[in-house]
């Protein structure tokens, strides 16, 4: 069975600490090039890989990030 | 009739806090209040009223026990004596920032340090002017018999729970000790949850949906919030101030010496004061029976009716500070004070009163 | 499939635990104080006990607790969480109760507090965020800092000599009869994250059962303290802090 995901982040509220990207098992996730309003390179979603699987918001300390599966 | 019984000081205070309906109580060892603990657990009170009572791993732990039972809401108390009570007053001042009922029981001994165990009045400044860091007051009340500390207990909580702040009951050696008839009032159940919520809104309960949390805290970074919170405590003191103070008198009306005494001190200078009327000598006594607040309004009168003022205290003179200044320079302020456990007698009141009056 | 078409309602599988309150953490970026939160939360939320449960907090980072999980809150002098909570649970017997303490204020100022709550085995959940360093006041040293560690109180770094050695609080309580879970986790991965929050809901499980005091060591970064970036302490951790702080259960009384 394979799946499907997006995330959705709450970028003025991410710190860009950068744990979700090395988490991410798809390269679906990296540090954005903008800063959010208290300076930090936040969190944005890249390219269509995700699978919903979590592992970025399980790990977010900030509870920022939403996911959304879908099984194709 | 209500039931008499003859018993310590401290076996009072415990019979008390289970007949007042207490909800915990939190201790550790020390002479001269032992018998505070040893009591309750002699009564099982868990069984009965299903009060709580827990030997605590150190007084440090105990008063912080008492502040977790008392967020709750609950009536909480633990006795010590002056170490131990040292021990205490990092949590007293926590309880007073978070604005927390409880009543603390310190039957002073001798110090400083390990001092001596036997009785002493050495804590006034400690307690009345301090008991931790920070801007803040107890409400002390001071026991001068084994009726009184049975008394106290309830009044203390009636106290504690009204301004939402820490009650000392500030008791020595002696009251906790001597035997002496007790008049046991009408029993009072513990508080039920529904009471709880009425009584202390703001306790933690666990947070039902609808209501905003309950948080217990003595914190905050911002010097402004805390400015603001500080003026709330003064409001508050001002208020306990203008309320609560509490005082007997003994043959003031027409004195024309006065003595100030509390606790078992007073009870020696009441007859010190009956000695000297003997001797055609107008003697009178005031008895501060609340510590903080203070009276220093009824003082003040008295100090312009007599000739001359003594604090006599089981210490190197601490509460004659605050009778000097109730006194206001309108008449001289003498002390007399035996240090280390040791006690005067009336005859060395007298004694005394006599060389600082200059009368034969 | 357009990712629009995937970010619907219905295809929701991960959010923020509704326990989380919208106040935005105080912590540092990576930090995992705020990880740790969001597993409690969750906890609480699944098992259906906001009402009943009350939390403690220490001093240290996570003094602020009470601003981010939406329970009562009692909020403790340093080192003396287990003191409140022993009589908040013996009064209030009915009530899920737990310590949250960072490893200054429960293995340095407030081990005779722990120890004494771990022998009388009250039934409470003590949950031990372990970095090895003070991080509110600075970086200093704490008495789980490992050997040759830098801190701001050890320079040079931890020298047993002049510093003594780390301290292994579980596995010391572990040797308490009073204690009936003991385990150490992490949250540095998606896996040791569901891990440690199994772990969190078994002990808040335990102290349902009355037997005795439940003990989730987290082994954890303080990047800033450390001086590293978050992910480069997730990597530190992993090769330093596991070899003196092994990851796994160390007593199940019920196994």
Redesign the interface.
């Known amino acids: 069975m394979a799946f499907k995901g997006a995330i959705e982040i709450d970028t003025a509220h991410c710190k860009g600490c950068g744990v979700c990207v090395t988490n991410c098992p798809t390269g679906s996730i990296r540090l954005s090039g903008m800063v959010n309003s208290k300076g930090y390179n936040y969190a944005e979603m890249t390219g269509d890989a995700c699978i919903g699987c979590s592992a970025c918001a399980l790990v977010c300390p900030d509870s920022v990030i939403t996911v959304y599966r879908v099984k194709i | 009739m209500a039931e008499k019984i003859l018993m310590k000081g401290n076996e009072a205070i415990a019979i008390s806090a289970i007949r007042n309906g207490v909800d915990g109580y939190f201790g550790y060892p020390i002479t001269p209040q032992s018998e505070v603990m040893e009591t309750l657990m002699k009564e099982k009170p868990w069984e009965t009223t299903g009060m709580v009572v827990l030997q605590a791993e150190s007084e440090t732990s105990s008063i912080n026990m008492i502040y977790g039972g008392a967020s709750c809401g609950k009536k909480v108390m633990t006795s010590s004596s002056s170490p131990g009570v040292s021990l205490m007053c990092e949590g007293i001042s926590y309880m007073a920032g978070a604005e927390l009922p409880c009543v603390v029981v310190d039957v002073m001994r001798g110090g400083p340090g390990l001092g001596t165990i036997q009785p002493s009045q050495s804590d006034y400044d400690m307690i009345v002017k301090g008991g931790g860091h920070g801007d803040f007051h107890n409400i002390v009340i001071a026991p001068a018999s084994a009726q009184d500390m049975y008394d106290f207990v309830d009044w203390g909580f009636e106290l504690a729970f009204r301004y939402r702040n820490p009650v000392v009951i500030l008791s020595d050696g002696i009251i906790g000790q001597m035997m002496e008839k007790v008049e046991l009032h009408p029993a009072k159940p513990r508080r039920t949850a529904e009471e709880i919520l009425e009584a202390a809104p703001w306790a933690v309960t666990g947070k039902p949906a609808g209501r905003p949390r309950n948080i217990i805290t003595s914190l905050s970074l911002d010097s402004d919030i805390q400015e603001v919170f500080n003026q709330k405590l003064a409001r508050k003191y001002a208020e306990i101030e203008a309320r609560e103070v509490k005082y007997t008198e003994h043959l003031t009306d027409d004195a024309e010496y006065l003595f100030v005494a509390f606790g078992c001190s007073s009870r020696i200078c009441e007859a010190a004061v009956d000695e000297l009327r003997q001797s055609g000598i107008k003697a009178g006594l005031l008895r501060p029976v609340t510590l903080y607040p203070y009276p220093f309004g009824r003082i003040g009168e008295l100090a312009g009716q007599v000739k001359s003022i003594m604090s006599i205290e089981l210490n190197l003179g601490q509460m004659v500070t605050d009778v000097r200044l109730a006194a206001g320079g309108k008449c001289p302020v003498g002390f007399y004070g035996r240090q280390g456990g040791n006690i005067f007698t009336p005859e060395e009141i007298v004694e005394a009163f006599r060389k600082f009056n200059n009368l034969k | 499939?357009d990712?629009a078409?995937?970010?619907?309602p219905e295809?929701?599988?991960?959010?923020?635990?509704a326990l989380?309150t919208d106040n935005?953490?105080h912590?540092?970026?990576?930090?995992?104080?705020?990880?740790v939160h969001?597993l409690i939360a969750e906890v609480i939320e699944e098992m259906g006990i906001?009402?009943?449960?009350?939390g403690?907090s220490p001093v240290g980072c996570s003094?602020?607790a009470?601003n981010y999980i939406?329970?009562?809150?009692?909020?403790?002098?340093h080192g003396?969480a287990p003191?409140?909570?022993?009589?908040?649970k013996?009064?209030?017997p009915d009530?899920h109760v737990f310590t949250y303490q960072g490893d200054g204020d429960l293995a340095s100022i407030g081990t005779?507090?722990i120890i004494?709550a771990c022998s009388r085995g009250e039934n409470i959940v003590v949950i031990f965020i372990n970095n090895g360093i003070y991080g509110m006041t600075g970086g200093q040293m704490a008495p789980t800092t490992l050997i040759g560690m830098k801190t701001s109180t050890t320079p040079y770094g931890r020298d047993p000599k002049l510093n003594g050695f780390p301290m292994v609080i579980a596995d010391m309580i572990a040797h308490l009869d009073g204690t009936a879970y003991i385990t150490r986790q992490s949250?540095?991965?998606?896996a040791a994250?569901?891990k440690a929050k199994s772990a969190i809901r078994k002990a808040f499980e335990y102290s349902e059962k009355n037997i005795g005091l439940s003990f989730v060591e987290i082994v954890a970064t303080c990047n800033s303290g450390w001086k590293m970036?978050?992910?480069d302490a997730?990597a530190w951790m992993v090769e330093h802090m596991f070899r003196k702080y092994p990851i796994g259960d160390i007593k199940d009384v019920l196994k």
């Open positions: 499939m990712i078409d995937i970010k619907r295809n929701l599988v991960y959010r923020k635990p989380i935005v953490m912590y540092c970026p990576g930090c995992s104080h705020g990880t969001k906001q009402d009943s449960t009350i403690i003094v602020f009470y939406d329970i009562d809150w009692e909020e403790a002098a003396r003191a409140l909570a022993t009589a908040t013996r009064l209030c009530k005779a507090e004494h949250v540095h991965t998606a994250v569901r970036s978050p992910v997730n």
